[in-house]
Protein backbone atom coordinates (compact mmCIF):
# COMPACT_ATOMS: atom_id res chain seq x y z
CA UNK A 1 0.00 0.00 0.00
CA UNK A 2 1.04 3.23 -1.00
CA UNK A 3 1.74 5.93 2.03
CA UNK A 4 0.81 9.13 0.99
CA UNK A 5 1.39 12.36 2.97
CA UNK A 6 0.09 15.63 1.68
CA UNK A 7 0.45 19.80 2.16
CA UNK A 8 -0.84 22.92 0.62
CA UNK A 9 3.12 25.34 0.06
CA UNK A 10 2.06 29.20 0.14
CA UNK A 11 2.25 29.71 -3.44
CA UNK A 12 -0.63 27.17 -3.65
CA UNK A 13 1.03 24.24 -5.10
CA UNK A 14 -0.26 20.74 -3.97
CA UNK A 15 3.03 18.61 -2.53
CA UNK A 16 1.89 15.22 -2.44
CA UNK A 17 4.89 12.60 -0.99
CA UNK A 18 3.45 9.09 -2.08
CA UNK A 19 5.72 6.06 -0.60
CA UNK A 20 5.99 3.11 -2.68
CA UNK A 21 7.59 0.26 -0.48
CA UNK A 22 10.26 -2.41 -2.19
CA UNK A 23 11.88 0.18 -4.81
CA UNK A 24 15.06 1.91 -4.60
CA UNK A 25 13.83 4.70 -7.46
CA UNK A 26 12.14 8.30 -6.95
CA UNK A 27 10.39 10.35 -9.20
CA UNK A 28 9.73 13.80 -9.13
CA UNK A 29 6.58 14.95 -11.34
CA UNK A 30 4.90 18.83 -11.10
CA UNK A 31 2.39 19.35 -13.30
CA UNK A 32 -0.50 21.88 -13.97
CA UNK A 33 -4.00 21.71 -15.71
CA UNK A 34 -2.76 24.08 -18.94
CA UNK A 35 -2.68 21.59 -21.60
CA UNK A 36 -3.72 22.28 -25.24
CA UNK A 37 -7.64 22.50 -23.81
CA UNK A 38 -6.84 26.09 -22.30
CA UNK A 39 -5.39 27.67 -25.26
CA UNK A 40 -7.04 30.60 -27.21
CA UNK A 41 -7.53 30.20 -30.97
CA UNK A 42 -4.44 32.19 -31.49
CA UNK A 43 -2.39 30.25 -28.95
CA UNK A 44 -2.73 26.71 -30.35
CA UNK A 45 0.44 25.15 -29.48
CA UNK A 46 1.31 27.44 -26.93
CA UNK A 47 1.06 24.75 -23.95
CA UNK A 48 3.39 22.59 -26.19
CA UNK A 49 6.13 25.39 -27.32
CA UNK A 50 6.09 26.31 -23.65
CA UNK A 51 6.76 22.72 -22.22
CA UNK A 52 9.87 22.52 -24.89
CA UNK A 53 11.52 25.56 -24.45
CA UNK A 54 11.78 25.78 -20.73
CA UNK A 55 14.28 23.19 -20.59
CA UNK A 56 16.93 25.81 -22.16
CA UNK A 57 17.65 26.99 -18.49
CA UNK A 58 16.68 28.18 -15.50
CA UNK A 59 18.59 30.68 -12.99
CA UNK A 60 21.05 27.88 -11.50
CA UNK A 61 21.22 25.83 -14.01
CA UNK A 62 21.26 28.33 -17.33
CA UNK A 63 21.07 26.29 -20.61
CA UNK A 64 20.43 22.83 -21.91
CA UNK A 65 23.83 21.69 -21.81
CA UNK A 66 24.05 22.13 -18.02
CA UNK A 67 20.92 20.82 -17.06
CA UNK A 68 21.74 17.34 -19.52
CA UNK A 69 24.94 16.96 -18.21
CA UNK A 70 23.81 17.44 -14.54
CA UNK A 71 20.55 15.06 -15.11
CA UNK A 72 23.30 12.83 -16.72
CA UNK A 73 25.22 13.01 -13.73
CA UNK A 74 22.35 11.95 -11.54
CA UNK A 75 21.39 9.25 -13.55
CA UNK A 76 18.22 10.57 -14.24
CA UNK A 77 15.68 9.76 -16.97
CA UNK A 78 13.45 13.23 -17.47
CA UNK A 79 11.25 14.37 -19.69
CA UNK A 80 7.98 16.27 -20.10
CA UNK A 81 4.69 16.05 -21.75
CA UNK A 82 1.67 17.98 -22.99
CA UNK A 83 -2.05 16.86 -23.67
CA UNK A 84 -5.16 18.68 -23.90
CA UNK A 85 -5.57 18.22 -20.12
CA UNK A 86 -1.83 18.77 -18.75
CA UNK A 87 1.46 19.95 -18.86
CA UNK A 88 3.40 17.66 -16.66
CA UNK A 89 7.62 17.92 -16.00
CA UNK A 90 9.12 14.47 -14.61
CA UNK A 91 12.61 12.89 -13.61
CA UNK A 92 13.33 9.63 -12.33
CA UNK A 93 16.01 9.07 -10.18
CA UNK A 94 18.12 6.58 -7.75
CA UNK A 95 16.61 7.85 -4.37
CA UNK A 96 19.86 9.01 -2.77
CA UNK A 97 19.73 11.52 -5.67
CA UNK A 98 16.32 12.86 -5.15
CA UNK A 99 17.36 16.29 -3.52
CA UNK A 100 19.34 17.04 -6.02
CA UNK A 101 17.05 16.16 -8.85
CA UNK A 102 13.79 18.53 -7.43
CA UNK A 103 16.52 21.62 -7.10
CA UNK A 104 17.13 20.79 -10.81
CA UNK A 105 13.85 20.57 -11.77
CA UNK A 106 12.22 23.05 -9.75
CA UNK A 107 15.19 25.72 -11.39
CA UNK A 108 14.31 25.59 -15.09
CA UNK A 109 10.47 24.91 -14.42
CA UNK A 110 9.48 27.13 -11.71
CA UNK A 111 12.04 29.63 -13.40
CA UNK A 112 12.77 29.35 -17.33
CA UNK A 113 15.06 32.11 -18.65
CA UNK A 114 13.12 32.22 -21.78
CA UNK A 115 16.12 33.44 -23.63
CA UNK A 116 14.84 34.59 -27.32
CA UNK A 117 17.94 33.27 -29.00
CA UNK A 118 16.71 29.56 -27.89
CA UNK A 119 13.41 30.37 -28.88
CA UNK A 120 14.10 31.08 -32.24
CA UNK A 121 16.14 28.16 -32.25
CA UNK A 122 13.22 25.61 -30.92
CA UNK A 123 10.68 26.82 -33.18
CA UNK A 124 12.60 25.41 -35.62
CA UNK A 125 13.17 22.22 -33.49
CA UNK A 126 9.13 22.03 -33.04
CA UNK A 127 8.24 22.58 -36.86
CA UNK A 128 9.74 19.68 -37.76
CA UNK A 129 8.28 17.69 -35.14
CA UNK A 130 4.87 18.67 -36.35
CA UNK A 131 5.93 17.66 -39.96
CA UNK A 132 7.20 14.28 -38.87
CA UNK A 133 3.74 13.86 -37.24
CA UNK A 134 1.96 15.09 -40.52
CA UNK A 135 3.95 12.39 -41.78
CA UNK A 136 2.11 9.89 -39.98
CA UNK A 137 -1.42 8.47 -41.32
CA UNK A 138 -2.52 7.07 -38.30
CA UNK A 139 -1.68 10.26 -36.40
CA UNK A 140 -3.28 12.48 -38.69
CA UNK A 141 -6.68 10.28 -38.68
CA UNK A 142 -6.64 11.05 -35.22
CA UNK A 143 -6.10 14.18 -35.76
CA UNK A 144 -9.32 13.99 -38.12
CA UNK A 145 -11.19 12.56 -35.38
CA UNK A 146 -10.65 14.84 -32.47
CA UNK A 147 -11.84 17.60 -36.02
CA UNK A 148 -14.87 14.91 -35.72
CA UNK A 149 -15.79 14.69 -32.43
CA UNK A 150 -15.13 18.39 -31.19
CA UNK A 151 -14.81 20.69 -34.04
CA UNK A 152 -13.73 24.44 -33.70
CA UNK A 153 -13.24 23.22 -29.59
CA UNK A 154 -9.67 23.35 -28.15
CA UNK A 155 -10.65 19.45 -28.18
CA UNK A 156 -10.66 19.73 -31.50
CA UNK A 157 -7.48 21.27 -31.82
CA UNK A 158 -4.02 19.20 -32.16
CA UNK A 159 -1.65 19.54 -28.98
CA UNK A 160 1.13 20.61 -31.41
CA UNK A 161 -0.73 23.29 -32.97
CA UNK A 162 0.05 24.28 -36.87
CA UNK A 163 3.49 25.22 -37.79
CA UNK A 164 2.19 28.60 -38.33
CA UNK A 165 1.75 29.67 -34.80
CA UNK A 166 5.03 29.39 -34.36
CA UNK A 167 6.33 32.64 -34.98
CA UNK A 168 3.81 34.18 -32.33
CA UNK A 169 5.07 32.55 -29.63
CA UNK A 170 7.23 35.29 -28.45
CA UNK A 171 8.71 35.30 -24.94
CA UNK A 172 5.65 37.92 -23.58
CA UNK A 173 3.63 35.07 -25.16
CA UNK A 174 4.68 32.86 -23.17
CA UNK A 175 4.89 34.57 -19.86
CA UNK A 176 1.36 35.65 -20.49
CA UNK A 177 0.32 32.37 -21.01
CA UNK A 178 2.04 30.66 -17.95
CA UNK A 179 1.09 33.39 -15.65
CA UNK A 180 -2.53 33.03 -16.52
CA UNK A 181 -2.81 29.10 -16.02
CA UNK A 182 0.38 27.86 -14.27
CA UNK A 183 -1.29 28.55 -10.85
CA UNK A 184 -0.39 26.40 -8.47
CA UNK A 185 -3.79 25.79 -7.11
CA UNK A 186 -4.39 24.04 -10.42
CA UNK A 187 -1.43 21.81 -10.37
CA UNK A 188 0.66 19.44 -8.29
CA UNK A 189 3.65 18.57 -7.00
CA UNK A 190 4.48 14.79 -6.55
CA UNK A 191 7.46 13.23 -5.11
CA UNK A 192 6.83 9.13 -5.75
CA UNK A 193 8.75 5.85 -4.27
CA UNK A 194 11.37 5.71 -2.30
CA UNK A 195 11.42 8.98 -0.14
CA UNK A 196 14.03 7.50 2.40
CA UNK A 197 16.18 11.04 1.32
CA UNK A 198 13.78 13.67 0.96
CA UNK A 199 13.70 15.67 4.28
CA UNK A 200 10.39 16.75 5.61
CA UNK A 201 11.86 19.67 7.31
CA UNK A 202 10.85 22.41 4.90
CA UNK A 203 13.89 22.11 2.84
CA UNK A 204 11.82 20.38 0.05
CA UNK A 205 9.00 22.10 0.40
CA UNK A 206 11.53 25.28 -0.08
CA UNK A 207 12.40 24.41 -3.76
CA UNK A 208 8.46 23.82 -4.93
CA UNK A 209 8.09 27.14 -3.54
CA UNK A 210 10.47 28.54 -6.57
CA UNK A 211 6.81 27.97 -8.27
CA UNK A 212 5.38 32.19 -8.45
CA UNK A 213 2.00 32.11 -6.65
CA UNK A 214 -0.77 33.01 -9.38
CA UNK A 215 -4.04 33.43 -9.24
CA UNK A 216 -6.81 31.10 -10.09
CA UNK A 217 -7.10 30.81 -13.95
CA UNK A 218 -10.63 31.28 -15.18
CA UNK A 219 -12.31 27.98 -16.29
CA UNK A 220 -11.54 26.30 -19.18
CA UNK A 221 -14.19 26.17 -22.12
CA UNK A 222 -16.38 23.55 -21.46
CA UNK A 223 -16.54 20.39 -23.39
CA UNK A 224 -18.97 21.07 -26.74
CA UNK A 225 -22.17 18.99 -27.93
CA UNK A 226 -21.15 16.30 -29.18
CA UNK A 227 -22.05 16.55 -32.92
CA UNK A 228 -21.83 13.77 -34.94
CA UNK A 229 -19.69 14.32 -38.51
CA UNK A 230 -17.75 12.12 -41.03
CA UNK A 231 -14.60 13.84 -41.72
CA UNK A 232 -12.31 11.88 -44.83
CA UNK A 233 -8.77 12.70 -46.29
CA UNK A 234 -8.53 11.34 -49.16
CA UNK A 235 -5.25 9.60 -50.15
CA UNK A 236 -4.55 7.19 -53.15
CA UNK A 237 -3.24 4.59 -50.59
CA UNK A 238 -4.03 0.93 -50.31
CA UNK A 239 -3.70 1.58 -46.69
CA UNK A 240 -6.47 3.47 -44.79
CA UNK A 241 -6.69 4.57 -41.04
CA UNK A 242 -10.47 4.37 -39.88
CA UNK A 243 -11.36 5.95 -36.72
CA UNK A 244 -15.10 5.87 -34.86
CA UNK A 245 -16.06 7.49 -32.18
CA UNK A 246 -18.93 7.58 -29.73
CA UNK A 247 -20.12 10.16 -26.76
CA UNK A 248 -20.17 8.36 -23.74
CA UNK A 249 -23.04 9.90 -20.87
CA UNK A 250 -21.26 8.45 -17.71
CA UNK A 251 -20.48 10.58 -14.70
CA UNK A 252 -16.80 12.05 -15.50
CA UNK A 253 -16.57 12.70 -11.91
CA UNK A 254 -17.32 9.54 -10.44
CA UNK A 255 -13.99 6.97 -9.96
CA UNK A 256 -16.34 4.19 -9.85
CA UNK A 257 -18.38 5.03 -13.55
CA UNK A 258 -14.65 5.63 -15.51
CA UNK A 259 -13.61 2.10 -14.02
CA UNK A 260 -16.86 0.43 -15.47
CA UNK A 261 -16.05 2.47 -18.89
CA UNK A 262 -12.60 1.12 -19.00
CA UNK A 263 -13.63 -1.94 -18.67
CA UNK A 264 -16.72 -2.03 -21.32
CA UNK A 265 -13.38 -0.58 -23.86
CA UNK A 266 -11.29 -3.29 -23.01
CA UNK A 267 -14.30 -5.81 -23.90
CA UNK A 268 -14.76 -4.26 -26.97
CA UNK A 269 -10.81 -3.82 -28.33
CA UNK A 270 -8.55 -3.41 -25.41
CA UNK A 271 -7.16 -7.42 -25.56
CA UNK A 272 -6.12 -10.32 -27.58
CA UNK A 273 -10.17 -11.66 -27.09
CA UNK A 274 -11.78 -8.57 -27.30
CA UNK A 275 -14.75 -9.10 -29.94
CA UNK A 276 -13.16 -6.52 -32.59
CA UNK A 277 -10.32 -7.76 -32.13
CA UNK A 278 -11.07 -11.45 -32.12
CA UNK A 279 -13.72 -11.37 -35.45
CA UNK A 280 -12.86 -8.16 -37.40
CA UNK A 281 -9.03 -9.60 -36.97
CA UNK A 282 -8.75 -13.11 -36.01
CA UNK A 283 -11.88 -14.69 -38.05
CA UNK A 284 -12.31 -12.26 -41.03
CA UNK A 285 -8.76 -11.46 -41.48
CA UNK A 286 -9.63 -7.49 -42.48
CA UNK A 287 -7.16 -5.79 -40.62
CA UNK A 288 -3.81 -6.03 -38.98
CA UNK A 289 -4.39 -3.36 -36.13
CA UNK A 290 -7.61 -2.47 -34.00
CA UNK A 291 -8.64 -1.33 -30.86
CA UNK A 292 -10.88 0.16 -28.79
CA UNK A 293 -10.84 2.36 -25.80
CA UNK A 294 -11.55 5.37 -23.34
CA UNK A 295 -10.65 8.74 -23.92
CA UNK A 296 -12.04 10.25 -20.22
CA UNK A 297 -11.04 14.14 -20.15
CA UNK A 298 -11.95 16.46 -17.62
CA UNK A 299 -15.64 17.10 -18.35
CA UNK A 300 -16.60 14.48 -21.26
CA UNK A 301 -15.60 10.48 -22.55
CA UNK A 302 -15.74 9.22 -25.65
CA UNK A 303 -15.58 5.33 -26.72
CA UNK A 304 -12.65 5.27 -29.77
CA UNK A 305 -11.99 2.43 -32.06
CA UNK A 306 -9.48 2.45 -34.23
CA UNK A 307 -8.09 0.31 -37.21
CA UNK A 308 -5.54 0.00 -39.76
CA UNK A 309 -6.18 -1.79 -42.67
CA UNK A 310 -6.20 -2.50 -46.50
CA UNK A 311 -8.17 0.01 -48.35
CA UNK A 312 -10.34 -2.77 -49.86
CA UNK A 313 -11.56 -3.68 -46.66
CA UNK A 314 -12.19 -0.58 -45.13
CA UNK A 315 -15.79 0.10 -45.50
CA UNK A 316 -16.71 -4.12 -44.85
CA UNK A 317 -14.80 -3.42 -41.66
CA UNK A 318 -16.75 -0.57 -41.16
CA UNK A 319 -19.96 -2.11 -41.20
CA UNK A 320 -19.40 -4.66 -38.89
CA UNK A 321 -17.44 -2.63 -36.30
CA UNK A 322 -20.84 -0.71 -36.10
CA UNK A 323 -22.45 -3.31 -35.53
CA UNK A 324 -20.45 -4.86 -32.77
CA UNK A 325 -21.48 -1.57 -31.02
CA UNK A 326 -24.63 -2.29 -31.63
CA UNK A 327 -24.61 -5.68 -30.21
CA UNK A 328 -23.22 -4.88 -27.08
CA UNK A 329 -25.25 -1.80 -26.80
CA UNK A 330 -28.34 -3.83 -27.16
CA UNK A 331 -27.46 -7.29 -25.02
CA UNK A 332 -24.69 -6.11 -23.09
CA UNK A 333 -21.34 -7.94 -21.98
CA UNK A 334 -21.31 -11.54 -20.52
CA UNK A 335 -20.03 -12.43 -17.11
CA UNK A 336 -16.96 -14.12 -18.27
CA UNK A 337 -16.61 -10.96 -20.70
CA UNK A 338 -16.65 -8.68 -17.61
CA UNK A 339 -14.65 -11.00 -15.40
CA UNK A 340 -11.56 -11.17 -18.22
CA UNK A 341 -11.73 -7.76 -18.70
CA UNK A 342 -11.59 -7.06 -15.19
CA UNK A 343 -8.61 -9.09 -14.64
CA UNK A 344 -6.68 -7.99 -17.63
CA UNK A 345 -6.57 -4.51 -16.84
CA UNK A 346 -6.55 -4.48 -13.07
CA UNK A 347 -3.21 -7.25 -13.58
CA UNK A 348 -1.75 -4.74 -16.16
CA UNK A 349 -2.16 -2.09 -13.94
CA UNK A 350 -0.52 -3.61 -10.98
CA UNK A 351 2.37 -4.31 -13.38
CA UNK A 352 2.46 -0.72 -14.38
CA UNK A 353 2.60 0.56 -10.72
CA UNK A 354 6.00 -1.01 -10.46
CA UNK A 355 7.04 2.09 -12.24
CA UNK A 356 7.23 5.20 -9.73
CA UNK A 357 6.81 7.17 -12.84
CA UNK A 358 3.47 5.40 -13.48
CA UNK A 359 2.45 5.91 -9.95
CA UNK A 360 3.37 9.88 -10.15
CA UNK A 361 1.92 10.27 -13.65
CA UNK A 362 -2.11 8.38 -12.12
CA UNK A 363 -1.71 10.48 -9.08
CA UNK A 364 -1.55 13.67 -11.63
CA UNK A 365 -4.35 12.63 -13.50
CA UNK A 366 -6.33 11.61 -10.62
CA UNK A 367 -5.91 14.43 -8.71
CA UNK A 368 -5.65 17.42 -11.49
CA UNK A 369 -7.86 16.44 -13.80
CA UNK A 370 -10.49 13.93 -11.79
CA UNK A 371 -9.92 15.69 -8.60
CA UNK A 372 -10.34 11.43 -7.53
CA UNK A 373 -8.10 9.60 -5.17
CA UNK A 374 -4.13 9.59 -5.38
CA UNK A 375 -3.25 6.27 -4.26
CA UNK A 376 -2.54 3.58 -7.05
CA UNK A 377 -4.47 1.10 -4.95
CA UNK A 378 -7.45 2.67 -5.39
CA UNK A 379 -7.64 2.61 -8.84
CA UNK A 380 -7.18 -0.87 -9.23
CA UNK A 381 -9.26 -2.05 -6.25
CA UNK A 382 -12.38 0.03 -8.24
CA UNK A 383 -11.71 -1.80 -11.49
CA UNK A 384 -11.40 -5.46 -9.26
CA UNK A 385 -14.73 -4.43 -8.10
CA UNK A 386 -16.75 -3.58 -11.30
CA UNK A 387 -20.03 -5.58 -12.01
CA UNK A 388 -21.22 -6.92 -15.21
CA UNK A 389 -24.70 -4.74 -14.25
CA UNK A 390 -22.32 -1.06 -14.05
CA UNK A 391 -20.61 -2.41 -17.34
CA UNK A 392 -24.16 -3.00 -19.21
CA UNK A 393 -24.91 0.47 -17.75
CA UNK A 394 -22.31 2.31 -19.92
CA UNK A 395 -23.17 -0.13 -22.73
CA UNK A 396 -27.00 0.55 -22.49
CA UNK A 397 -26.29 4.28 -22.96
CA UNK A 398 -24.17 4.33 -26.26
CA UNK A 399 -25.71 5.24 -29.20
CA UNK A 400 -25.25 3.31 -32.07
CA UNK A 401 -26.16 5.69 -34.64
CA UNK A 402 -24.54 8.81 -32.92
CA UNK A 403 -20.42 8.44 -33.81
CA UNK A 404 -18.35 10.75 -35.73
CA UNK A 405 -15.97 9.25 -38.12
CA UNK A 406 -12.88 9.70 -39.79
CA UNK A 407 -10.96 8.17 -42.30
CA UNK A 408 -7.21 8.80 -44.41
CA UNK A 409 -7.46 6.78 -47.41
CA UNK A 410 -9.05 6.32 -51.17
CA UNK A 411 -12.17 6.88 -49.99
CA UNK A 412 -15.17 9.40 -50.20
CA UNK A 413 -17.37 9.89 -47.44
CA UNK A 414 -20.73 9.01 -48.62
CA UNK A 415 -19.33 5.60 -48.10
CA UNK A 416 -19.58 5.49 -44.19
Not at 326 to 335: F, K
Not at 343 to 350: D, T
Not at 379 to 408: N, Y
Request: proline fraction near 4%; hydrophobic fraction near 40%; include cysteine.
Amino acid sequence: MARIDSETLDNGLPLHRIRVDGTRATTILVAFDAGARAERRDENGTAHFLEHVVFKGGQIYRDHGTINRTAEQLGASMNAATSHDLVEFHITVRAEAAPQAIDLMTDFVARPRLDEVDLGKERGVVAQEIARYLDQPAYVASRLSALASFGDHPLGRPVLGPSEHLPTFTRAALQSFRHRRWAGCRGGAYIVGNTDHVSDDGEISELFERFPKLDEPEPYESAPEFLPRTLVERRDTNQSHLRMSYPLGYDITDAKSRAAARICGIILGGSPSSRLNDEIREQRGLCYSISAGIRAFADVATLNLAAGLASANCVEAYTRMREIIGELHAHGPTEGEVSRARAFVAGRGVLAFENTYRVADNAAHQGIVHRGDLDPDALIADLDAVTIDEVRDIASAIDPDKLSIACLGSHDADEF
